[in-house]
């Protein structure tokens, strides 16, 4: 008898799950009683740094498709703001962005790809909002010090400048401001550059604070005075949660970055499920990804943690993830200004896990967003942890009532994410879905993404295929001349101090890269001292690497390297053979930061006179050289490195390079 119990239980728990996945839970979608937020945008973040480096170099027509693909309106990720690095010429993630202002007496708003960059995405978008955020500043600002707060009025006014910058020299407006990347906040600094903003005519140029975690908000809170001054609360990776304190601020509370995962099909799902939890579990009304494009080279930290891929300017090869059409489910329905429904009327969770979100902007035009994504191992994003919670297939019934009651059909658009060998759609338009009296009812799968609209306007942009993946170029040679002055030469990622092109009054040389920071910056990460720029391919192992050389004094000296390991934040930690040249010496060391000795010795070398170096590296075997004579011939302890090709300097130096030759070590 107990057996025929627990036998009819076992049956009875089957029955019940059975009825239970049939089962049909019902939402509202009703404004009756008033909206939610306001949608400020979901958007992406060129910077932190230096993540848009190679994107630059792409040659036609393969640049503008992937320019297309980010911020082209109802094409592909359709995004509507770009976050981008005030540069500040120092290492900030994955490179170097460079100054308007290198020195206090020094301004040029030629420098750099950001421009460019903020103007291509108008040019294909006018209604992008455009945000600039330090995350490093030049070593004048602090004085002798480490802080940029050390006079708030300097400062304020350098980012002024170069918002000022940016609408005298390119028309662009800048929309949003922010204080320092994931460091300590400042009062004073925040209260002083509002002040300066409005005294520059810049009124409407809104502050976002403190693009760290929420612990702004207390002293938003608790200061009337300083609330005033700060428009926009921007959280790092919240994990779609807030606190109570900030929801206090009455301010739009933002993810100001977020993400920061490979785009794999778990980024895609991390990116999905995020896009709609900010809002249903923090109510925060913009997520902006960190980055906007994974284009630095695959070997440097964060590999591919963009919203796609675009590592080989030199071959074309480009790579559209998964995160830009998962994008595409919100961004192209949905638009600033709209408003989101208010929770448990249209937002909220999916009684067998999931979320949906609903907004509007006005009473014809509604868009529902369903995200079912799994969390074990399906949408797991770099940070924060997320905590285990259960997904299960559902049918899911909305009614639509309020000013949305006699709407009769719904476009479809669906994507779902495949894991263990399924298959992946993504973004494909289904057949309409009528609505029958206010209400339609729908059958959710596990790792989908649906959007039910009014909005007709969608659509899924496609180029043919980029061409086929190819190593980067070797041999390899350049000799400058053909680069705008102040640009960046092809597929040189400055990790530590800024290589910049310029126009020499040598006529043998003509244009030249030059290193371009004089002092050790205002840094964001433990950036080295021993300005560096890496190209090339991080398994080369065999080259032979020339450069002509010039130093324009007698302080520091060059840096010529091969099997540099190591870039990023993690520059000081790098290995390889780093040849070191100045006034009269010159040493071999095994590491970035010269604790490794390998060889020393002197040499001929002087300032202001232009000299041929070479560093040759086979198996275990480095030969130098300095205008044809031999440095050194040294055994190496290990003969297994690999790595890119490296120039530096060996201090914050002025240095001119030239006629850069990378051959086979034959």
């Not at 959710?444 to 190593?471: F, Q, R, W």
């Not at 001349?481 to 030469?489: D, I, K, M, Q, T």
């Not at 065999?542 to 050389?549: E, H, L, M, W």
């Amino acid at each position: 008898m107990a057996e025929l119990n627990v036998c009819s239980k076992t049956l009875l728990g089957v029955f019940l799950r059975v009825l239970l996945l049939q089962a049909t839970f019902a939402y509202d979608i009703d404004d009756s009683k008033g909206l939610g937020r306001v949608f400020d945008g979901i958007g992406g973040i060129s910077g932190g740094g230096a993540t848009s480096r190679l994107l630059v170099n792409y040659s036609e027509p393969y640049r503008s498709q992937i320019l297309d693909y980010l911020f082209k309106p109802n094409f592909g990720a359709s995004l509507h703001i770009l976050k981008v690095e005030i540069g500040g010429d120092a290492q900030s993630t994955d490179g170097t962005e460079t100054s308007h202002m290198h020195t206090a007496d020094d301004e040029n708003y030629q420098r750099g790809y950001e421009w460019w960059l903020m103007k291509e995405a108008k040019k294909r978008n006018p209604d992008i909002k455009l945000y600039g955020l330090p995350w490093a500043f030049p070593a004048w600002i602090g004085n002798g010090t480490t802080s940029p707060y050390h006079n708030p009025q300097l400062t304020a006014t350098y980012v002024t400048k170069w918002i000022l910058g940016a609408k005298t020299h390119h028309n662009l407006t800048i929309d949003y401001v922010g204080i320092w990347n994931e460091r300590l906040y400042d009062i004073p600094y925040i209260m002083t550059l509002r002040k300066t903003l409005d005294q520059n005519g810049f009124q409407d140029v809104k502050i976002v604070a403190s693009d760290a975690g929420w612990g702004i908000v207390v002293d938003l809170n608790k200061q009337p005075d300083f609330n005033k001054t700060v428009d926009y609360v921007g959280a790092h990776y919240p994990g779609t949660k807030t606190v109570a304190d900030a929801l206090k601020t009455n301010k739009p509370l933002w993810a100001s970055e977020d993400y920061s995962t490979f785009n794999d099909n778990t980024g895609g799902g991390c990116w999905a499920r995020i896009l709609n939890q900010n809002y249903v579990n923090g109510h925060m009304t913009s997520t902006i990804s960190w980055n906007l494009i994974a284009s630095y080279y695959d070997d440097l930290s964060y590999k591919r943690d963009g919203l796609m891929t675009a590592v080989e300017p030199w071959s074309g090869h480009y790579e559209v993830a998964s995160p830009i059409f998962l994008s595409a489910h919100t961004t192209q329905f949905v638009f600033p200004g709209w408003t989101y429904f208010q929770h448990g009327a249209g937002v909220g969770h999916l009684d067998k896990g999931g979320s949906y979100v609903a907004l509007t902007g006005d009473s014809k035009m509604l868009t529902i967003i369903i995200e079912t994504m799994v969390n074990h191992d399906h949408s797991v994003c770099i940070r924060p942890a997320l905590p285990k919670y259960t997904v299960e297939k559902q049918n899911a019934s909305f009614k639509l009532q309020g000013s949305y009651r006699n709407i009769t059909e719904l476009y479809v658009w669906h994507s779902k994410l495949g894991f263990q060998g399924a298959p992946t759609t993504l973004f494909e338009k289904l057949e309409n879905i009528k609505v029958v009296n206010g209400q339609f009812s729908i059958q959710l799968d596990l790792d989908e993404v649906y959007t039910l609209t009014t909005m007709a306007t969608g659509n899924k942009g496609h180029y043919p295929d980029s061409p086929k993946s190819e190593p980067f170029p070797f041999p390899y040679q350049d000799d400058f001349e053909g680069y705008a002055e102040f640009s960046e030469a092809s597929y040189f990622a400055d990790q530590s101090g800024v290589f910049e092109i310029h126009q020499t009054n040598d006529v043998e040389h003509g244009k030249v890269m030059r290193q371009m920071v004089p002092q050790r910056p205002i840094v964001w990460c433990n950036d080295s001292d021993h300005p560096t720029s890496v190209i090339g391919n991080h398994n080369w192992t065999n080259v032979n690497v020339s450069s002509d050389v010039f130093l324009e004094d007698g302080s520091g000296g060059i840096l010529l390297a091969a099997r540099v390991s190591l870039g990023s934040c993690k520059l000081r930690q790098a290995v390889g053979v780093f040849l070191w040249i100045s006034p009269g010496e010159f040493e071999v060391t095994a590491d970035h930061e010269r604790w490794i000795k390998i060889h020393k010795g002197n040499c001929d070398m002087q300032a202001q006179k232009w000299y041929r170096v070479s560093l040759y590296v086979k198996d275990k075997k480095a030969v130098g050289t300095l205008n044809g004579e031999q440095l050194f011939d040294v055994t190496l302890a290990d003969g297994s490195g690999k790595g890119w090709i490296g120039i530096g300097t060996t201090t914050h130096n002025y240095a001119q390079f030239d006629n850069f030759n990378i051959d086979p070590a034959k």
